[in-house]
């Protein structure tokens, strides 16, 4: 009976899947899109946090049912993937739900079981491995770069000013992000130097390293937010001497009196005054042979006796205590440090200046560091009046590479496994290069290829220029414009492609997925629903043979821009909708596979008790 009362049994049902999802549902849906609200959060220390980024709040949520801590597990896999998309899935897996619960009682009714439903989200898990693939690379892909080819799709400032404009205007208000978007982009452009000869290494440089090359500073504006040169490090100098030019600098991991005697020789007893001795003997000798080496920095990742200050004030050396061993490493790692034969273990290496930065109420160490490469080191510096938008800020920011890197390794393997760019069709393809060719001159040139890669995948191998990896991106139909473009041609392309899985899975993914964007456009459905049937017209008219010029003709499409159809456009990859839609179905699979919730309850008084009890036994 003992056993029975610490296991309990909890049958799932779709229904209870669906009321789970339903509540993150109407959590998330306040916050949808650049017209969203925010949420707000009040911690049991008083504490409160402002935020409309969806991972965050998903994970900020205390979740006590089991099937609310799985679908949250879902979220974050997703997110460590593309950054991009939290809640969105939260709507799509809502909106699947429903669908398959009405399917079941409209068409199994008098044979409803939980057998059914998992089934039907077996079905739909089959067709997202056979078929989806093909009818986002064949139905999607190839209008992507025709929608840049109508008058109305105008990116002004490039493709990276409108994809980072369209993550980050989701997730922060909109004047945080007319101050994020500019900044970001000239951070990645300082550190790919040139944006017309710099490769894409950058890239996958800045999403590896971004906790190493930011800088938070909490009580000042968001605008006072900066991109500087070089490295900063959150930490003071314990000694300052002022020097120009480039210097050279001494790396330590440890402290300089630290292992004097040597591992495996013997040890003498000796009297504490002789040891004392023999060990100041043994310090200078090292701070001896540390002048010799003509060091002017001295970078630590530890606390230094005060000797080796005091040496350092004698011969004007400067020394920075408490660095972040990382941000050493990484220093060491660009500038090629030369290691040293001596313990502790030391690394010489060059710094083209240092000094002190000044930021707020806070002073912090600033070092140079050489060009490595298409590599500049810079340090993106993040301000904020209050902790809470500061941690926002910095987890948007590193959203973008992170979104930025899942985009271009996407498109680079899309370009190995085919070197021609799918198109509509033959006598298409030459009119929509030349259509988009005579974009806005700040765009960049549209004919311009991906670059040739290698057979890995890697993009450290990538040797293409920025303006050419964007361009390809462009051409290649990798992004669409924000606000329901994706969702549109894919529901249509579901509705329409008979010899793709069966008629079950596609139907109820084709309902599913336009939830995604009425939604964010819950204020304005008129609006949604005209741009949705204007942009169905036109590929209408372009498979029927009609030119890009012909469908110039009539009202322009404003997906993606701003309230009321304002503001400047917008851009989000297909990659990432595309993984969107997997770890959805996924999603319901892994929900739907589940059938019965165990409840353990482990006697913790007991056990503490009876280790309590083995403790006092040992004691005497």
């Known amino acids: 009976m003992a056993k029975r009362d610490m296991c309990e049994a909890e049958t ?56 609310a801590r799985m679908v949250l597990e879902c979220v974050c896999a997703h997110d460590r993937i593309t950054a991009d998309g939290s809640k969105s899935f939260i709507l799509l897996l809502a909106a699947l739900l429903r669908g398959i619960h009405d399917s079941a009682n409209r068409h199994h009714k008098a044979s409803w079981s939980p057998a059914t439903n998992r089934k039907l989200a077996n079905q739909l898990l089959a067709f997202c491995w056979k078929e989806l693939d093909d009818i986002i690379a064949h139905d999607v892909v190839p209008y992507a770069s025709f929608l840049f080819g109508f008058g109305g799709y105008r990116l002004e400032g490039g493709v990276l000013p409108a994809l980072v404009g369209g993550y980050v205007t989701g997730r922060v208000a909109i004047g945080q992000a007319e101050i994020l978007t500019p900044l970001l982009c000239e951070f990645y452009k300082k550190v790919s130097h040139k944006q017309d000869s710099t490769t894409v290494e950058p890239i996958t440089f800045l999403h590896s390293n971004f906790s190493l090359l930011h800088a938070k500073v909490s009580g000042l504006p968001t605008g006072c937010s900066q991109v500087v040169k070089g490295l900063v490090l959150a930490c003071d100098w314990s000694v300052w001497r002022e020097a120009e030019g480039p210097v050279k600098a001494l790396v330590i991991c440890e402290s300089l009196d630290k292992s004097l005697v040597a591992i495996g020789d013997s040890v003498s007893i000796c009297f504490q005054q002789d040891w004392l001795l023999r060990s100041e003997s043994a310090m200078k000798q090292r701070l001896a042979r540390l002048l010799c ?108 590479f992170t979104m930025l890197q899942h985009l271009c390794l996407s498109v680079l393997r899309m370009r190995e496994q085919s070197n021609d760019t799918v198109s509509l069709s033959d006598s298409h393809q030459y009119q929509i290069e030349r259509d988009s060719d005579s974009l806005t001159h700040d765009q960049p040139h549209m004919s311009t290829t ?28 990798g992004v669409l414009p924000v606000g329901g473009a994706f969702e549109v041609l894919l529901h249509h392309s579901l509705l329409h492609c008979s010899n793709h899985g069966d008629s079950e899975s596609r139907s109820l993914l084709a309902k599913a997925i336009l939830s995604v964007p ?56 297909i990659c990432s909708k595309h993984q969107l839609v997997v770890s ?37």
């Open 518 to 573: 009425r939604s964010l456009h819950s204020h304005r459905p008129r609006y949604f629903l005209q741009q949705q049937a204007q942009l169905m017209s036109k590929l209408q008219l372009l498979k029927q043979g009609h030119t890009l010029s012909e469908l110039r003709l009539g009202s322009e499409l404003r997906f993606g821009l701003g309230p009321a159809g304002s503001g400047s456009l917008c851009v989000e990859p």
């Open 12 to 67: 799932v049902s779709l229904q209870a899947c669906l009321s789970v999802v339903g509540a993150l549902e109407c959590v998330v849906r306040r916050c949808v899109g650049p017209d969203g609200g925010s949420v707000l959060f009040t911690k049991d220390t008083g504490e409160t946090l402002i935020t409309r980024h969806g991972q965050r709040i998903l994970t900020m949520l205390h979740l006590d049912h089991p099937m």
């Open 293 to 400: 080496l003509q060091v002017s920095v001295v970078l630590s990742s530890v606390k230094q006796p005060e000797c080796v200050l005091e040496w350092a004030r004698l011969n004007g050396v400067s020394v920075l205590e408490c660095c972040d061993s990382e941000q050493l490493d990484l220093l060491c790692e660009l500038n090629a440090a030369e290691m040293l034969s001596m313990q502790p273990m030391l690394r010489v290496t060059t710094l083209t200046f240092h000094s002190r930065l000044q930021l707020g109420g806070c002073r912090y160490a600033h070092l140079g560091i050489s060009p490595n490469g298409s590599i500049h080191i810079h340090t993106l510096v993040l301000c904020a009046p209050a902790p809470g938008p500061l941690e926002q800020s910095v987890c948007v920011s590193q959203g973008v």
């Open 584 to 620: 959805v179905l996924q999603c319901v699979n892994r929900l739907l596979c589940v059938g019965t919730i165990l409840h353990t309850r482990t006697p913790l008084h007991r056990s503490l008790t009876a280790s309590a009890e083995d403790s006092e036994e040992e004691g005497m």
């Open 450 to 477: 991906l670059p040739d890669q290698s057979q890995s995948s890697s993009l450290d191998q990538s040797r293409g220029s920025i303006k050419d990896l964007w361009a390809g991106i462009l051409k290649a139909g």
